[in-house]
C-alpha cells in the first residue's frame, strides 16, 4: 500500500536554529508532494507543494523543499526558525492527478524555544 | 481570502445516532473530500467528491457513510449509525489544483 513516512515525531529547537524535517513516500509512479502545517488551535495550511519542474520549491513564511525523486524523499527546510513556528507539519502525497486523495504522514511536532 | 468553513466545531452524539457534518467550499472549487483523523493517529482519506458523485472512496467509507451536495454551497458527510471509534476529527476540503482545509469538526460519540 502506498504510504508516507516522517521520521520525526517531536523536534524542538531554539529560536534561530536551522530545520530539516524528514519525508518518505513509497513508490507508486508519479507523485505530487505537499507540506502543511497545522499551529496550535487551527486548520491544516499548505505550506508548499511539488507537481513538477524544479525540485526545489519555495513556500510561505521561508519554509523550502526539495523533491529527490531517487530518494522518495521531500524533506521540508527552514534555515532558521522563530518561536512563531512552533506548530504540527504534515507530509502529503498523492499518486497520478493532482485531484487525487491525499496520503498523509503521522506529523511532525516542532517546538521552539524562545 | 476564501476559506473552507465546517459547522459545527464540536458534536457529541450516542452510539447509534445519525449525525450529518456540514462543510461549505471554496465557491468556485469542483473537487471536495472529507477525511478523518483519530487522535494520535495520521489523517485517513474518507471519500472525495466531483460532478455530483463520489469519484474515490476508501475502505473506511462504508455503507453507513454516505455524501451529498444538497445545493450550489454546501457539502455534506452524514455517518448512519454512529460507532464509538468514528469519534475522531473530520476534515473538509476543497480543490482546484492544491486541497484546502477546513478547520475540523470534533465528533464524540458516547
Known amino acids: 500500500a502506498q504510504s508516507v513516512s516522517q521520521h520525526n515525531h517531536h523536534v524542538i529547537l531554539s529560536e534561530a536554529a536551522s530545520l530539516e524535517l524528514g519525508c518518505n513516500y513509497s513508490?507508486?509512479?508519479?507523485?505530487?508532494l505537499f507540506w502543511y502545517v497545522q499551529y496550535p488551535g487551527q486548520h491544516l495550511q499548505l505550506l508548499l507543494k511539488?507537481?513538477?519542474?524544479?525540485?526545489l520549491v519555495k513556500g510561505i513564511k521561508g519554509f523550502e523543499a526539495e523533491f529527490i525523486k531517487s530518494k522518495f524523499s521531500f524533506n521540508l527546510r527552514k534555515p532558521s526558525v522563530q518561536w512563531s513556528d512552533t506548530a504540527e507539519y504534515f507530509c502529503?502525497?498523492?499518486?497520478?492527478?493532482?485531484?487525487?486523495?491525499?496520503?498523509f504522514g503521522k506529523g511532525t511536532k516542532l517546538s521552539v524555544k524562545p | 481570502e476564501p476559506e473552507v468553513t465546517q459547522t459545527p466545531s464540536h458534536q457529541v452524539t450516542q452510539m447509534g445516532q445519525e449525525v450529518i457534518l456540514r462543510c461549505v467550499p471554496i465557491?468556485?472549487?469542483?473537487?471536495f473530500y472529507w477525511y478523518r483523523q483519530i487522535l494520535g493517529q495520521k489523517v485517513e482519506f474518507l471519500v472525495s467528491?466531483?460532478?455530483?458523485?463520489?469519484?474515490?472512496k476508501s475502505e473506511i467509507f462504508d455503507d453507513q457513510f454516505s455524501v451529498e451536495r444538497p445545493d450550489g454551497s454546501n457539502f455534506t458527510l452524514k455517518i448512519r449509525s454512529t460507532k464509538l471509534e468514528d469519534s475522531a476529527m473530520y476534515f473538509c476540503?476543497?480543490?482546484?489544483?492544491?486541497?484546502?482545509f477546513g478547520p475540523g469538526t470534533r465528533l464524540t460519540v458516547t
Open positions: 465557491s468556485n472549487h469542483l473537487y
Open positions: 476540503a476543497s480543490s482546484q489544483t492544491e486541497q484546502y
Open positions: 513508490y507508486g509512479g508519479t507523485v505530487n
Open positions: 511539488y507537481f513538477s519542474g524544479d525540485p
Open positions: 502529503a502525497v498523492n499518486y497520478g492527478g493532482s485531484q487525487g486523495n491525499l496520503i
Open positions: 467528491f466531483y460532478n455530483n458523485e463520489i469519484s474515490e
